[in-house]
Structure formats: structure tokens, C-alpha cells
């Protein structure tokens, strides 16, 4: 979970064999977790390690949009903006953080060196972070513009991308670090008529409408499965030999009230993990004593975390539904509406100015999440390695592509009506019901309602996963049919979507409210494998 080693550049014969002649990329969409942080909260100052970290210079220049105000008028009579000229302006602060002192008296929090300005809160994203995401860009620059010539040089606009972020700040200024960095200004060209590059739009949602992570917070059938497989979790490590190799290392600083350490301890084993990583991530000035960075234990730390947090994902299909199974409709929603326009007359240069998330112009997507959105991901794909966790600045690629000779969709054929479903499969069936609205396309349609004209129109497309540039393969992805000949991770866009719309909510808020006195089992009481169709 420290910071990411990337591997080296592919090399000339590498960049072949992963991008073969024979496919054109079409889409790629890019899941970061964001950089390099301070903990989410203090623990261990009775290790000697502070709570208040100075690795955050960009505190000493915030700027804050201002209306423009001669305190003439009402503020309902001003003139506000339709075009972003005229009535705002900036303010340029820095900002100190005020913490309890003796007796509980305001008091400047400090650094380990009795630093004032730089200081970080807690979770924030660090100078470290930001350099290490900016080095993301430089890295997918290299690859989607100078190499692949994927991506062009220059843009004029945003037009193109989709650039989205929780509303947690250190994704949104990854975000930012990195698309400056793929797009630095020199490459930006100017509006002719404004004189100025077009300002990119980056998406966010509330709290209730995040799906960039599993959102427990606003779900309460899965909170319930989370404390469930939590519970698991501690009953199957908390006397076991590995936790007790655990409290060799840890227990001597665990506090009194809660001495030994535990999946469900205080701080929790996780929360244990949180700050030994982020502390072996930044200077010497913050580091723990040197029996907390243990190789031994920091791996049975992300072996036994990631089966706590992740692995739900794996067995549960309503827990991969409720907690990643918007995010992966989207991404094929996207990817769908990609070939439905580029395999047909429709042109694919249709300007959405990310205003459409699901536009079928969109050929660059960029969106600045968490540790618990990869691995959550990837688990309910069914290609998670549990033995380590994402880290800091980890990325997935989802890439389609086309087949070079891949040609236009045939005439449409009648739809074949499908099985009649149980009602686990009612309850919890694919995405789309049994119709589109009308005039929308068929990303959002499960695959089993398909007709043969719809299905025919991902013929020919592929689409490839890679986790920190290796490429991942889906275990549903191996059966023959389903793959590129002669390279598994390659998995038919059929075969992706019918997998995820498998897991995709018909309506998530509705469904995080249904069945909170059930068991968190499916009905056969086996686990439910993930990556299959």
C-alpha cells in the first residue's frame, strides 16, 4: 500500500505484443487511486511520531474564487456571469492548521521540527503525491501520444475526455496533477475567439450519488454485508498464528484499552496498516520505530486487511452489485456507446464537453479514486491478487479495442425472448431490465435482451485491463470464444458486458434498502465466484 515502484517502460518488442497490428484503440479509461498522503488520522504518537506533518507547501498558496462587490448594490442585483468574465476574481491565502493545546487552549499545530506553515490534515495529499500523480501523466503521455500516437499532441478542448474525481479533495488534485501533467499548458491550444484554452469540466458527485468507491456510508444493505464480512474476517484471524506474529511487533504500542492487536482492535488492524504506510512513504522525520516496517508483518497486515475489506467482492454477487457494480456499468456504458457509434454511420467526433458522461465522442477517461475502488474492481473481476493493496497512485487502464477488420452491423433481426428468471435472478438481475428508454443505446441493456442486430454491433471489439501497467486477465475471459485468439486478456466486449451486467444495479438506492433482514449468503448458501458471465 506504500508508494508504487512503476515498472520500466515496455520496450519496443513489449509495445507489439500489447498493442498488436491487428486491433485499433478505440477507448481507454484510466481508475487512479490518488497519490502519496498523511494518515486519516493520529496514531502511535506514543511511538514518537507526530501527528502533524509538514509535506504540504501547497497550504502557503490557496487562492478562493471572489465576487466581485462594491457594496453599492444588492447582491441579487449584480450581473452574474453566463460566459465566466467579469464579476469574479481570486484572493491568494495560506493556511495554518489550529489545534487543542494544554487545558484545551488553541494552540498552532507543529511539525516534527516545530514547522508552523506546510502542515498537512490529516489524509491530505502530500508534496510527495502530487509529484508521484504528475509522474502518472508524464507516464500515460509517453504511452497514448508519443508511442501509440493514440492521443494528439495538442488539444484545442476537452471535448474528447471525461475527467471525473470523488469529492474527496486528495483525488481531485491528483486528478489535476495528473491530466497537467499529460497535458501540460505549452500543449494547450488557445479558443481563437477567447484567446484562451476552453476550462476542462471535471465531474464529481454528493456523498448519495457516489459510486467511484463502495459507498457504505449511503448503503445500508452494504454496510450490512461489510460488517458481516468483517466479522468473518475476525473470527478466522484474531487467535490465529499470523496475528500473533502481529502482536510481537505491534502489541507493545497498543494502547491499554485495547493491548492486543486485532482486526476489530483500536486502532484497527487496518488503521495500523494506514499509518505504517504512509509514514515508510514520506521523509525520516516521520518515520516509526524500525520494528513497524517488519516485511514479514507489513505483508500479513495487507494479506489480512485485504481479505477484511475485499473478499465480499469475490464471493458475494449483491456485495459487488451494491459496491462497485455502478462503476463498472458506467465504464461499459461508455465503452458501449464507443462501438455502437464507431460501428455504425454515426460519427464518433460528436462534441460532449464531459457534460455527457455516456457521449459516444468520449475517447480519454480519467477518474481520481481510492485504494478501495481498484482492489473492489478487481476483486469483483474475479483478478485480485489478496495478498497485497493498492498502492498509493496505483491505476487501472481499461482499453477498447477494435478488430482491424471488423465491419458495419448487419440489418436488425427480432430479439429472441429470454428464460423466464427466478426471483434471486428478479431481484438482482442485470442492468438494464427488460427495456432502453427510447432513443438510448445499449450499454445500460442486459445482454440476455439483446437482439441480434444490438449484439452484433460488439462484434469485433476487445477489451484489456492492465493493473499498474500489467496486463489482467478475467477468469469468465479464458473460455474459449470469449478471448482473442492466442491472448486471454483480451476478453470480447461481449463477453465483458455480460459479466458486469451482471452485477450492475437497475436501482442502486432502491436496492441499498431492500433485503436488510436477510442473511448476507445467497440463497444455495455457496460462494458466488466473480469474473464469470
Known amino acids: 500500500m506504500t508508494s508504487l515502484t512503476p515498472r520500466p517502460p515496455y ?10 497490428s491487428n486491433l485499433q484503440l478505440q477507448q481507454v479509461q484510466i481508475l487512479m487511486r490518488h497519490g502519496e498522503r498523511t494518515p486519516v488520522t493520529a496514531r502511535f504518537q506514543n511511538a514518537g511520531l507526530k501527528p502533524f506533518w509538514p509535506y504540504c507547501a501547497s497550504v502557503r498558496q490557496l487562492r478562493s474564487i471572489m465576487l466581485d462587490y462594491n457594496g453599492q448594490n444588492r447582491p441579487k442585483d449584480l450581473e452574474l456571469p453566463t460566459t465566466g468574465k467579469g464579476s469574479f476574481s481570486t484572493v491568494e491565502w495560506k493556511r495554518r492548521l489550529e489545534t487543542f493545546g494544554p487545558k484545551d487552549e488553541p ?11 506546510d502542515i498537512c490534515d490529516f489524509g491530505a495529499l502530500t508534496d510527495l503525491g502530487r509529484q508521484s500523480t504528475s509522474r502518472l501523466g508524464m507516464r500515460l503521455r509517453k504511452l ?4 501509440l500516437g493514440f492521443l494528439p499532441e495538442t488539444i484545442s478542448s476537452t471535448d474528447d475526455f471525461y475527467l471525473r474525481s470523488t469529492n474527496v479533495p486528495r483525488a481531485l488534485e491528483s486528478v489535476h496533477q495528473a491530466f497537467q501533467a499529460l497535458y501540460p499548458p505549452s500543449t494547450r491550444e488557445a479558443d481563437p475567439e477567447t484567446g484562451k484554452f476552453p476550462v476542462p469540466t471535471v465531474l464529481t458527485r454528493g456523498p448519495g450519488d457516489e459510486t ?9 444493505r452494504l454496510a450490512a454485508l461489510s460488517r ?9 484471524w484474531n487467535d490465529s498464528e499470523e496475528m500473533d506474529y502481529l502482536n510481537k511487533v505491534y502489541g507493545k504500542w497498543m494502547p491499554a484499552n485495547s493491548p492486543r492487536v486485532a482486526i476489530d482492535s483500536r486502532p484497527r488492524l487496518s488503521g495500523i496498516m494506514d499509518t505504517v504506510n504512509a509514514s515508510l512513504a514520506h521523509g525520516p522525520e516521520t518515520r516509526l520505530p524500525k520494528e513497524f516496517y517488519d516485511h514479514k508483518a507489513r505483508k500479513l497486515l495487507e494479506r489480512i486487511a485485504s481479505d477484511e475489506w475485499f473478499a465480499g467482492f469475490n464471493e458475494s454477487r449483491e456485495y459487488r452489485m451494491l459496491g462497485i457494480g455502478g462503476l463498472l456499468g458506467d465504464i461499459v456504458e ?10 455504425s454511420s454515426h460519427p464518433v467526433n460528436i462534441k460532449s464537453g464531459t457534460s455527457d458522461p455516456s457521449a459516444p465522442g468520449i475517447k480519454f477517461g480519467l477518474s481520481g479514486c481510492h485504494d478501495t475502488t481498484l482492489a473492489g474492481l478487481l476483486s469483483s473481476l474475479g483478478a485480485y491478487d489478496s495478498s497485497s493493496w493498492p498502492p498509493f497512485t496505483s491505476h487501472i487502464a481499461i482499453e477498447l479495442f477494435r ?9 436488425p433481426i427480432p430479439a429472441v425472448t429470454p428464460a423466464k428468471r427466478g426471483w434471486w435472478e428478479s431481484m438482482f438481475s442485470g442492468s438494464a431490465g427488460h427495456k432502453n428508454p427510447p432513443g438510448s443505446g445499449i450499454g445500460r441493456k442486459s445482454s440476455e435482451y439483446l437482439t441480434s442486430s444490438e449484439k452484433s454491433k460488439l462484434d469485433g471489439y476487445y477489451v484489456r485491463m492492465r493493473y499498474n501497467d500489467e496486463p489482467v486477465t478475467i477468469p469468465g475471459c479464458k473460455t474459449p470464444g470469449n478471448h482473442l485468439e492466442g491472448d486471454e ?25 431492500m433485503n436488510l433482514d436477510q442473511p448476507v449468503t445467497s440463497p444455495s448458501g455457496e460462494p458466488e465466484w466473480a469474473g464469470h458471465p
Open 11 to 20: 520496450t519496443d518488442d513489449e509495445l507489439k505484443k500489447l498493442y498488436p
Open 107 to 117: 494552540v498552532v499545530a507543529k511539525g516534527p521540527g516545530h514547522e508552523i506553515d
Open 144 to 147: 497514448y501520444v508519443d508511442r
Open 212 to 220: 467511484l468507491y463502495p459507498n457504505d456510508g449511503n448503503c445500508r
Open 228 to 236: 458481516a464480512f468483517a466479522q468473518r474476517a475476525a473470527d478466522r
Open 334 to 343: 461508455r465503452m458501449v456507446s464507443r462501438a455502437e457509434h464507431t460501428s
Open 403 to 411: 478488430k482491424a477488420d471488423s465491419h458495419s452491423p448487419s440489418d
Open 489 to 513: 486478456s483480451f476478453c470480447t466486449l461481449t463477453a465483458f458486458k455480460s459479466i458486469v451486467d451482471k452485477i450492475t444495479p437497475q436501482d442502486w438506492k432502491q436496492q441499498c434498502r
